[in-house]
């Protein structure tokens, strides 16, 4: 790995002999949190500028006359709507990330009836899922029982079924199962859209970082989700992984201690 380092280096006199003397600070992991922040930033001025212009392109084109035109100012409206619920997702994803990342999140550990919070997860995006024609198919065995924070669990859930739909195929399937393997519970959520670069794996846990950026502003993702989805996981002492082939779907994993 390349490293980087501050090299300071002065005169010295030692028994009447000239030396010199230099201190090397390691500031590699110093440059890369720099890197992240600038990044960080970066990406958060262009999501946000984004849904921003198209507002106030279209707040201008109604001042301009165009509240008068009926056959249009209700799907103006409608368009500023959809941008400003954009950004409005997008800051609670940031200000939710922040939390976890500073460490004020806390996890509350309980018996949790996963077949049940997979169905309400279910309910809640019903809608979504039926734009699509995506068939939501839960088979969490009955009575099946996992320790997790209720409610930071369905959030995780909620993150990785509501991507499965949006990135599915239409007509397609969303499952979740759950098993329990060795001293981890494992609860996979599978889809079958078109699956994702292996050299994207690694990454799309990252915030902001999207394998699809066309198909993820057409969606209406923040970027935001999975890394969530990460910091949560490993609050609970587990972790999420992805598998995916090309053309056949992919299938997100999340292991919580059992």
Same mark, same amino acid.
């Given at each position: 790995? #390349?490293?980087s380092y501050?090299?300071?280096?002065a005169?010295i006199?030692?028994?009447?002999?000239?030396h010199?003397i230099?201190?090397f600070?390691d500031v590699?992991q110093?440059e890369?949190?720099?890197?992240?922040?600038?990044?960080?930033?970066?990406?958060?001025s262009h999501?946000?500028?984004?849904?921003?212009t198209?507002?106030?392109?279209?707040? !201008?084109?109604?001042e301009?006359? @165009?509240?008068?035109d009926?056959a249009?100012?209700r799907?103006?409206?409608?368009?500023?709507?959809?941008?400003?619920?954009?950004?409005?997702?997008?800051?609670?994803?940031i200000?939710?990330?922040?939390?976890?990342?500073?460490?004020?999140?806390?996890?509350?550990?309980k018996?949790?009836?996963l077949? %049940?919070? +997979?169905q309400?997860?279910?309910?809640?995006?019903?809608?979504? @899922?039926? !734009?699509r024609?995506?068939?939501?198919i839960n088979?969490?065995? /009955?009575?099946?029982?996992?320790l @997790?924070?209720?409610?930071?669990l369905?959030?995780?859930?909620?993150?990785?079924?509501?991507?499965?739909? #949006?990135?599915?195929r239409n007509?397609?399937?969303?499952?979740?199962?759950? !098993?329990?393997?060795?001293?981890?519970?494992?609860? /996979?959520?599978?889809d079958?859209?078109?699956?994702i670069? /292996? !050299?994207?794996?690694?990454r799309?846990? %990252?915030?902001?970082?999207?394998?699809?950026r066309?198909?993820?502003?057409?969606?209406?993702?923040?970027?935001?989700?999975?890394a969530? +989805?990460?910091h949560? /996981?490993?609050?609970?002492?587990?972790?999420?992984?992805v598998?995916? #082939?090309?053309?056949?779907g992919?299938t997100?994993?999340?292991?919580?201690?059992?």
């Open positions: 790995e #390349k490293r501050d090299i300071h280096i005169p006199e030692l028994d009447g002999e000239p010199a230099g201190v600070y590699t110093i890369r949190l720099e890197r992240v922040r600038q990044e960080f930033l970066s990406n958060i999501e946000l500028r984004t849904p921003l198209s507002i106030l392109a279209f707040v !201008e084109t109604l301009d006359g @165009a509240i008068d009926k249009n100012n799907r103006f409206l409608s368009t500023i709507r959809r941008n400003a619920e954009r950004m409005h997702g997008l800051i609670a994803d200000l939710e990330l922040s939390l976890i990342e500073s460490g004020n999140v806390t996890v509350d550990f018996d949790v009836r077949r %049940e919070l +997979v309400d997860v279910f309910t809640s995006l019903s809608s979504l @899922a039926s !734009e024609k995506i068939e939501l088979n969490v065995e /009955a009575g099946k029982r996992v @997790a924070d209720p409610v930071r369905e959030q995780m859930i909620t993150n990785l079924i509501d991507n499965a739909i #949006k990135f599915n007509t397609g399937t969303v499952s979740v199962t759950c !098993e329990r393997r060795g001293r981890r519970d494992l609860i /996979a959520v599978t079958t859209g078109e699956g670069l /292996a !050299e994207h794996q690694q799309i846990f %990252e915030r902001f970082y999207r394998a699809d066309g198909r993820t502003r057409e969606v209406g993702g923040t970027g935001l989700g999975l969530i +989805v990460k949560l /996981a490993k609050l609970h002492g587990g972790e999420v992984s598998y995916s #082939k090309l053309s056949e992919s997100f994993l999340v292991e919580l201690p059992a």
